[in-house]
């Protein structure tokens, strides 16, 4: 026996043993899977579908809440543009305008102070008036109902105030607030008290100087316009460019720009046009041949039905020439006709989409409401069940290999890298066709409910963007938390114990 | 002459140099059993042995004597209930999970009876994987496959897969598979055991020849007789336990019956 070998057992060392690199392992794992390619191809079939439902979902869940926050904000606008031309040749009435001096409208406000010609503290303090009334009337409306009947009766807020600003009658409503328990309106009843008596006075004062101011100015305006263009404001606006008109109404007080007055414009002449076409509707030739022809009630041939029906310039022509048998002397191009009718269905889709909805202002997880983050999380958890009974299949029927390897010197972290590299690529694989399908279901479906608005969601597509890449690392670590448990055990046998299960 | 002991070991067939006979696998009290109290089954009862560097050596017996059992323990493979397995002085038991891996991939290489090569692998790929575990560069880890195959006998199937070599073809890629990161021992469970005569005989040809040219201690375990004229010595197991080791010259083998003396 040799001595010297007795006393010094050869050194194993530890540190020469390697780490597998990584692009070595990758080769392993997708030459595994070249091999298996039926089984792993049910895998990632089932990764794909996960990876589709849930990029849909999201993808969807975007597109329909951008085209639905565009349509809001486009009706929104055009409702708008509506108000403020009114603007320019009708007053306010008061309770409009309480409620925007209440709302703080920045063009308001700045008109109004043009017009009242009070200082700016007087106004502000008029401000913070109208707003306390706000919320005085807030507590009069929530009262229970009781106490309610005793104390509002059928008044509305305007009514009520008034009533109030009686010394005799507000002592009643102090009586009925202690008798009732409640606590006391603004949180201080002299307060209250000092409110309706003497600053919601002063504060109508304030509404009906603006008021007097508007009148002026729009006489103001519509003397102006006749001295330096010849034209009243509604031709003006139909026929003069945006420019000479800003001078003018800038002058009188109202607060517009250039661009805003274009804008103005054109809605004034597409109104303009809508009516020149209706004013034909009533026609009884013009009517009774578009009822026949459409095949509708003559009684109920309006603008909206012929726009529904009217929707080729084919149409528009024939139109025309029924205005012009019925005596027209002035009328728009046949391609123009089409165009407001085209303009007028298009704003009628958007009205119907948007409603009187208002977006939600919660993004609450990419568009996913509260019942499709459960469907989502469920069917992850689904798909991952089946993934790993695939993986567990998978290891079982290699542990024949898993002994060789182990054999050959593979440490038990090599073999559990293999594994999961290998769900990894597939959960990479499935995951991408699983977006791309995802995303052409989601685009098809936003088509189908939506029709040509879906365009609005174009602005989604960054989020959209984001959205698949999350599914995909979502799929991705879906496949490779199946593949760790079953590895993980089968990469702690010993090799005669893997052999041994055959 | 037959030993009477099995502790003593008997003289190798050739002669050899006083280095050559120091241990390199030595059993103590090695011992396995499986399940429980009354249901216990021993496989193994308490085997001492002591296996020579250099040696070729064949361990026979019957089925279920334990003989793969006591094969599987001396080359790291499966872990002992009682007694030790001594690998080169070292106790394999002691022997962390990285250490054994070590074990298995530089210092002990393995030939199965069903070959167990990776199905979705070229020769050559089979050839190579004990050397990336080992962390031998792609180049120098191809060069030396391409070496060990032609060494076998395959250079020229290099890239065909498992599925499309016969099996004498099959173990002769395992047995350059078992030979790459230059081990010192190598273990040969039954190697000839699913193979035809002709091609037995390469193998054992082969494996022979490593013995010689690379001083490689090969451990074989087997029922083929031909290897009762290959080896050096010779250990009989039976019921668990070392009947006895005896050395091949002193056998003569007749087809149709193993001998004692003549």
Partial sequence: MNRSERAKPKPI?????????????????????????????????????????????????????????????????????????????????????LTALQTKDSTFCTEARRFSAAGPADFDAALATAHRLAVASKYFDELPTAPKAVIVGDRNSEELFVHLAN??????????????????????????????????????????????GHARAIEQLGAELRRGLGKTLDDALLTESADRLVGP???????????????????????????????????????????????????????????TNATSVKDAVWFLSLTQEAGATEFLPAEKIAQILKQYRHERKLVKLAGDKTPDDEQAWFGLSPRNQWLVILSFLVCMVGVANAMLMSVTER???????????????????????????????????????????????????????????????????????????????????????????????????????? | MQES????????????????????????????????????????????????????????????????????????????????????????????????????CQKIGYIFQSYNLIRYMTALENVTVPMAFAGVAPEEARRRGMELLDLVGLKERWSHRPIEMSGGQQQRVAIARSLCNLPTILLADEPTANLDLNTGQEILDILQRINIERKVTIVCSTHDHRLLKLCDRIMWIRDGRVERVESAENIQVTVGAIGGLS
């Fill in chain 1, 399 to 502: 542990f024949t290999e898993i002994a060789t390897m182990k054999c050959l010197g593979a440490m038990d972290r090599f073999v559990m890298q293999m594994f999961v590299l290998e769900a990894l690529i597939q959960g990479a694989v499935g995951g991408l066709v699983g977006l791309v399908l995802g995303l052409l279901l989601s685009v098809l479906r936003a088509f189908v409910e939506f029709g040509t608005l879906a365009n609005l969601a174009t602005g989604a597509a960054g989020a959209v963007g984001l959205a698949m890449l999350v599914a995909l690392l979502c799929t991705m670590l879906l496949a490779a938390l199946s593949a760790v448990g079953p590895s993980y055990v089968a990469a702690r046998l010993s090799p005669m114990e893997a052999m041994r299960v055959e």
């Fill in chain 1, 249 to 307: 109404m800038q002058q009188v007080g109202f607060t517009v720009t250039e661009p805003r007055i274009a804008e103005l414009a054109q809605a004034a002449r597409r109104a303009h046009d809508q009516k020149g076409l209706e004013h034909w509707l009533n026609h009884p030739s013009v009517a009774s041949a578009i009822a026949r022809r459409y095949d509708i009630e003559i009684n109920s041939v309006n603008f909206d039905k012929l726009a």
């Fill in chain 2, 5 to 104: 002991s099995p502790t003593l070991p008997s003289e190798p067939n050739r002669p050899v140099q006083a280095k050559e006979r120091a241990v390199i696998i030595r059993t103590v009290g090695l011992e396995k059993s499986y399940g429980e109290g009354e249901a216990t089954t021993y496989a193994l009862r308490g085997v001492d042995s002591a296996i020579y560097r250099g040696e070729f050596i064949s361990v026979m017996g019957p089925s279920g004597s334990g003989k793969s059992t006591y094969f599987n323990m001396i080359g790291g493979l499966d872990a002992a209930t009682k007694g030790r397995i001594l690998i080169d002085e070292v106790d394999v038991a002691q022997l962390s999970a990285v250490e054994l891996a070590f074990l298995r």
């Fill in chain 1, 13 to 97: 060392v530890a540190q020469d043993q390697v780490r597998l690199g990584l692009g070595r392992c990758l080769q392993l794992a997708v030459s595994g899977m070249s091999y298996r390619l039926f089984r792993s191809l049910v895998t990632t079939a089932t990764l794909a579908l996960a990876s589709a439902f849930l990029v849909h979902m999201l993808g969807f869940g975007l597109l329909e809440q951008e085209t639905f926050s565009k349509a809001y904000q486009q009706t929104k606008t055009s409702r708008k543009t509506g108000q403020q031309l009114s603007r320019f040749s009708q007053v306010d009435t008061d309770k409009a305008i």
């Fill in chain 1, 167 to 212: 010394a005799p009658d507000f002592d009643n409503m102090a009586e009925h607030v202690k008798q009732f328990s409640l606590r006391a309106p603004l949180d201080d009843l002299s307060r209250f008290r000092t409110l309706v008596m003497q600053e919601r006075p002063a504060l109508m004062n304030l509404v009906a100087q603006i008021r007097v």
